[in-house]
């Protein structure tokens, strides 16, 4: 590929994008991160919270490993960014609403329009608050996990899916706009899934009182809102033409959770995490349609 | 010349009872074989009337078993159906309802699972319709929760010191096939009625007491400490499938329960019966306590009913202290309130076409 070409991805990460830019690309020591060291957060988001980190608006990399992946551009949203929602949901018609892009994000769509792929790893990290034990015991029915423990009460999916569809919105409707703005190939990656013993999690990110107070649900129930929050996550980007790109399974144990050494914080992957999912990515960018 | 009845107090005479200058003085319960401690907890099952009573228990101040509760994360206005007796088992109009149920909680019977599904695309559970008024996501879903309701229904044999069950009825339609019964005729509120399917039964007093034998062994192996407290509901039959007046089976029905239960408080030390029937229905109460339409009990006749119950059973409990606001509400209030409280949950109501609601609401 010349290199007068444009970008050979599009990057649209929250925090799950960091251990893949740390696998992937020498963002680091482009923008000079030594950002404040906080201990609540893993090596990866050192700086992750700091303002000014990131720039507000993208920013090229370049590819580490011997992939076809060399020329890469990053949005990374950070909290610091100041940036606001990328999409406004405007009541419509009686039962319709409309989406409106940000002045930033429609700027940025209208940049990327093209061929190049774009990945998307926006949010993905609601589920870690429904995995503290703060409910009394329960349980509920999900498809792709069938067993219901004996004993417990069942609450309606319906109540389970009220709380998923807030979180699948998150992703849904940014990448619907995008879909609408950009002919560019897209695809979503899943977060990883709940972390085999997260008790043993050095850096609690920001849930260091409740996880005092609450301790984690079990791992069933906990992969059990992962599973329901990504088959509904999937199904609804599928439906808008958005591929989506699952967990790398060498990262998972046999039960499905996220296996130790792959794990960085609560609920992110680390750097090893990254480079699975960045060999994922490349896999599909390969069989992307131009 | 003197008579075995010289020395009766006056709660034996007729004359003398009907002159009391209220219910409570009349002595209602007098023939009680135990009361009950503030510390005891009551388990309450049984036909819509049980609602009013585990409702003025519970404002009263005393202890029910809540096996099956609302869990946080389903919205408290969600027709969830919890609430209305110590599990969502919906009402048991008969004795075979609540020996059925037992038995397939202690593990006596397999559990039974028959659904339909709604108009709105909701599932019930057809051996508890309007349990769950919001019904259930999917035919799963009502098989799981079955298994977890007769889980709790266990569990409120092994916590409770008392039940408390008011049985309603005698006629009920039964699953030809599986042999048990249902609580309402399938087709009232959910699924269709087959004649090939579905049979109709009038319990005798022989079928009646089997059950309620049956029931107080099961409540025994379970729970040694438990006693029964049994009520006869003095609502009437919404409508009858014997060919004969809905008056005339109504009466044979409470005949029918109140002969059974008497045998059985006769036969068990742990069984007793309460006369909330008689207090509502007797002629002292002078047809006071029937709401319009001659069937259901106005909120004055449940009060006066708990009235006694605590005097004569647990005198240490809170007073007067019925669930209705003291202030004299306003003709629409009332209105609406009398039609909140006539609307108990009663799935008799959808026998007759005139007041069916609509199904799949």
């Not at chain 1, 069938?146 to 004993?151: I, L, S």
């Not at chain 1, 009220?162 to 992703?171: G, N, P, R, T, Y």
């Not at chain 2, 959910?190 to 399917?197: L, V, W």
């Not at chain 2, 060919?243 to 068990?268: F, G, H, N, Q, T």
Request: charged content about 20%; overall charge neutral; proline content about 8%.
């Amino acid at each position: 590929m010349p290199p007068s070409a444009g970008p050979d991805l599009y990057l649209l990460v929250h925090s799950h994008g960091i251990a893949l830019l740390d696998a992937l690309t020498d963002w680091r020591a482009r923008l000079k991160s030594g950002g404040a060291t906080d201990p609540r957060y893993g090596a990866a988001y050192q700086g992750w919270y700091a303002a000014g980190v990131f720039p507000r608006m993208p920013f090229e990399v370049a590819g580490l490993g011997a992939g076809r992946l060399r020329r890469i551009v990053a949005w990374v949203i950070s909290a610091g960014a100041l940036l606001p929602p990328l999409v406004t949901r405007v009541a419509g018609a009686p039962g319709k609403t409309t989406l409106e892009a940000s002045r930033e994000y429609d700027e940025v769509l209208r940049a990327w329009r093209g061929a190049t792929p774009v990945v998307s790893m926006l949010f993905g990290n609601e589920h870690v608050r429904a995995t503290l034990n703060v409910w009394p015991p329960y349980d509920f029915l999900e498809p792709s996990q069938p067993a219901v423990a004996p004993g417990l009460p069942l609450v309606d999916e319906g109540f389970i899916d009220a709380q998923i569809d807030e979180w699948v919105s998150l992703v849904y409707f940014p990448l619907a706009m995008l879909k609408q703005l950009a002919p560019n190939p897209l695809a979503h990656v899943l977060p990883p899934p709940p972390r085999e013993r997260p008790e043993a999690a050095r850096h609690l990110e920001k849930l260091h009182d409740e996880i005092a107070r609450y301790g984690f649900a079990p791992a069933w129930l906990r992969l059990k809102w992962y599973r329901r929050y990504c088959r509904k996550l999937a199904e609804r980007l599928q439906s808008i033409g958005c591929a989506v790109i699952e967990p790398p399974a060498q990262a998972c144990s046999g039960e499905g959770l996220l296996r130790e050494e792959f794990a960085d914080g609560l609920s992110h992957g680390n750097q090893a995490y990254g480079a699975l999912t960045a060999a994922r990515i490349e896999e599909w960018a390969r069989s992307a349609p131009a | 010349m003197s008579t075995p009845y010289d020395s009766l107090p006056p709660e034996r005479f007729w004359r003398a009872s009907a002159a009391a200058p209220d219910a409570a003085a009349v002595g209602f319960d007098c023939g009680r074989k135990f009361g009950f401690a503030a510390a005891d907890r009551f388990a309450t099952a049984g036909s819509c009337f049980a609602q009013h009573f585990s409702r003025h228990l519970a404002a009263r101040g005393a202890r029910i078993v809540a096996a099956e509760e609302r869990h946080p994360l389903v919205p408290e206005a969600s027709g969830h159906g919890y609430g209305v007796f110590s599990t969502r088992s919906g009402n048991l109009y008969t004795a075979r309802h609540l020996r059925e149920l037992l038995e397939q909680a202690l593990g006596a019977r397999a559990p039974l699972v028959e659904c339909v599904r709604r108009p709105d695309g909701r599932w019930v559970d057809l051996l508890r319709p309007r349990a769950v008024p919001m019904g259930f996501a999917s035919e799963e879903h009502v098989a799981a929760d079955r298994r977890f309701h007769l889980h709790a229904v266990r569990r409120m044999l092994e916590e409770m010191d008392v039940l408390v069950f008011t049985l309603g009825l005698t006629e009920a339609w039964e699953n030809a096939e599986g042999g048990y019964c249902y609580p309402v005729v399938p087709g009232a509120v959910a699924g269709e009625f087959s004649a090939q399917r579905h049979r109709f039964v009038n319990y005798g007093v022989g079928a009646v007491l089997a059950d309620l034998r049956r029931v107080a062994e099961l409540v025994e192996g379970v729970n040694r400490r438990a006693r029964l407290l049994l009520t006869v509901s003095p609502v009437a039959l919404a409508a009858t499938a014997e060919p004969r007046s809905v008056m005339v089976s109504s009466s044979a029905s409470k005949s029918i329960l109140r002969a059974a239960v008497d045998e059985l408080v006769r036969a068990l030390p742990i069984a007793d019966y309460f006369p909330s029937y008689e207090i509502v229905t007797g002629p002292y109460a002078r047809g006071r306590y029937w709401a319009e339409g001659a069937r259901e009990v106005t909120e004055e006749g449940v009060a006066v009913v708990m009235e006694v119950f605590v005097r004569s059973r647990m005198p240490g409990l809170a007073q007067g202290t019925a669930p209705v606001a003291a202030a004299p509400p306003s003709h629409e209030d009332g209105a609406r309130r009398l039609q909140a409280f006539l609307d108990a949950e009663c799935d008799e109501l959808f026998l007759d076409p005139a007041t069916r609601p609509t199904q799949g609401a």
